[in-house]
């Protein structure tokens, strides 16, 4: 599956209000027919993020079939290291981020035991990548610590029943240690808050059952100011818009049970106006080309909203 952009441009109007459920559903089972196009083979980075972006945006359409079953674990398999983890596609060095793809789309199509089968120890291979002494996450071997990689740790290993492998209340202090005067959460301690940052943070105490540790009226205020006039949210103050937002913001929202503190239906308006109506795909924002991950948090932010009709409902976790 690819991530290149297009070949559609978002063009919603002012007044869109329908969503293009079949458009959508066809662009996605396009997107690996473009293996002629240059864009394809530069994001192999992404590939098996890719998949699961299109995968998860079928099962929010109602379309859960869509993509075939046995090479979707054939592709996944294929890029598991001989160390347990993923790598973004066959011959790529594993990775947190990718590993946790691979989980959640084996979970996802209820082929987890497929990673059993495999005998290299995938199931240990998130839990290896924690720093016993402060709680945080290596992404990989090389070292690099994110919360995005701590939260894609305690998002597989809590899919899979194996929380217990990592030491979970370190990892709560480290996350807490993220928080800054804001109420929101940065990188790692000290650093700028961000919206996805934030989703990670929040996301993580969540699977713990630490919740109760966030001020969340604070929280709530910060995350509610990132949407701006035209209904949108961004991910930073005097930031651009963008609909992945939709969701980083508004799961961190209903997390917390602030939801109903933004308005729900000119967020929906706006993220209406990134689909292209003609081709299917979602944009970061009107006028752009769509690409398969704006389609996927497009639409995942929509389902969480509740406003728009046709979508399966979406878990904020």
Same mark, same amino acid.
């Given at each position: 599956?690819?991530?290149?952009?297009?070949?559609?441009?978002?063009?919603?109007?002012?007044?869109?209000?329908?969503?293009?459920?079949?458009?959508?559903?066809?662009?996605?089972?396009?997107?690996?027919?473009?293996?002629?196009?240059?864009?394809?083979?530069?994001?192999?980075?992404?590939?098996?993020?890719?998949?699961?972006?299109?995968?998860?945006?079928?099962?929010?359409?109602?379309?859960?079939?869509?993509?075939?079953?046995?090479?979707?674990?054939?592709?996944?398999?294929?890029?598991?290291?001989?160390?347990?983890?993923?790598?973004?596609?066959?011959?790529?060095?594993?990775?947190?981020?990718?590993?946790?793809?691979?989980?959640?789309?084996?979970?996802?199509?209820?082929?987890?035991?497929?990673?059993?089968?495999?005998?290299?120890?995938?199931?240990?291979?998130?839990?290896?990548?924690?720093?016993?002494?402060?709680?945080?996450?290596?992404?990989?071997?090389?070292?690099?610590?994110?919360?995005?990689?701590?939260?894609?740790?305690?998002?597989?290993?809590?899919?899979?029943?194996?929380?217990?492998?990592?030491?979970?209340?370190?990892?709560?202090?480290?996350?807490?240690?993220?928080?800054?005067?804001?109420?929101?959460?940065?990188?790692?301690?000290?650093?700028?808050?961000?919206?996805?940052?934030?989703?990670?943070?929040?996301?993580?105490?969540?699977?713990?059952?630490?919740?109760?540790?966030?001020?969340?009226?604070?929280?709530?205020?910060? +995350?509610?100011?990132?949407?701006?006039? $035209? /209904? &949108? !949210?961004?991910? #930073? *103050?005097?930031?651009? =818009? @963008?609909?992945?937002? %939709?969701?980083?913001?508004?799961?961190?929202?209903?997390?917390?049970?602030?939801?109903?503190?933004?308005?729900?239906?000119?967020?929906?308006?706006?993220? +209406?106006?990134?689909?292209?109506?003609? $081709? /299917? &795909? !979602?944009?970061? #924002? *009107?006028?752009?080309? =769509? @690409?398969?991950?704006? %389609?996927?948090?497009?639409?995942?932010?929509?389902?969480?909203?509740?406003?728009?009709?046709?979508?399966?409902?979406?878990?904020?976790?």
């Amino acid at each position: 599956m690819s991530l290149a952009q297009g070949p559609g441009r978002a063009g919603g109007t002012s007044s869109e209000q329908e969503l293009h459920t079949s458009k959508h559903v066809a662009y996605i089972k396009n997107l690996d027919t473009r293996k002629d196009e240059l864009q394809y083979w530069l994001t192999e980075h992404l590939r098996l993020n890719g998949v699961y972006w299109g995968l998860t945006a079928l099962h929010l359409l109602g379309h859960p079939d869509a993509l075939p079953r046995e090479e979707t674990i054939d592709f996944v398999l294929s890029c598991q290291n001989d160390n347990g983890g993923f790598g973004a596609a066959p011959g790529h060095d594993a990775h947190m981020l990718y590993t946790v793809s691979a989980v959640q789309i084996l979970v996802t199509i209820d082929a987890v035991d497929e990673l059993d089968k495999q005998g290299r120890g995938a199931n240990k291979k998130s839990a290896s990548l924690q720093n016993r002494d402060d709680g945080s996450f290596m992404g990989d071997q090389w070292g690099e610590t994110d919360t995005r990689f701590l939260y894609g740790a305690l998002n597989a290993l809590s899919l899979l029943g194996l929380l217990d492998l990592v030491d979970v209340p370190k990892t709560v202090t480290y996350v807490q240690s993220c928080e800054n005067f804001d109420g929101a959460y940065g990188i790692s301690p000290g650093t700028e808050s961000h919206a996805g940052q934030v989703f990670t943070c929040i996301g993580a105490l969540s699977i713990a059952g630490r919740l109760d540790l966030v001020n969340k009226d604070r929280l709530g205020a910060w +995350l509610s100011e990132r949407q701006v006039d $035209n /209904g &949108g !949210f961004n991910g #930073r *103050p005097e930031k651009l =818009v @963008d609909a992945c937002y %939709t969701w980083w913001v508004g799961s961190s929202l209903a997390m917390i049970d602030r939801l109903h503190w933004i308005d729900r239906k000119k967020l929906s308006a706006f993220v +209406l106006q990134c689909q292209d109506p003609e $081709n /299917g &795909g !979602f944009a970061d #924002r *009107p006028g752009n080309m =769509v @690409d398969v991950y704006h %389609t996927l948090f497009g639409l995942a932010g929509l389902s969480l909203l509740g406003v728009v009709d046709g979508l399966q409902e979406v878990d904020p976790i």
